[in-house]
């Protein structure tokens, strides 16, 4: 069997309400071994790294519609972020 990997997924996103284990669950099951989370402002890039673990990673980043909120201090999160 091909082992799959989402490159692109917004488990975090409040639609999901919470229930990423599951989902996780359910793609392992359909043969996907690995998934990256794209955090897209300071809240889902928290999210993100919080949902984290072995075959499920984390990019942390804003999504252009978010770049109002970028300031020195949201950078300097988002640099500590990413080096994690």
Do not use: W
């Amino acid at each position: 069997m091909t082992a799959l990997f989402d490159t692109h997924c917004h488990l975090q996103d409040r639609a999901f309400g919470g229930a990423h284990e599951a989902v996780i669950g359910a793609a392992r099951d359909a043969g996907v071994a690995g998934m990256l989370l794209l955090g897209y402002d300071a809240e889902s890039n928290v999210n993100a790294l919080t949902i984290a673990q072995p075959g499920v990673f984390s990019a942390v980043g804003y999504h252009p519609h978010s770049a109002t909120e970028l300031t020195d201090v949201a950078f300097a999160t988002l640099e500590a972020q990413a080096a994690r």
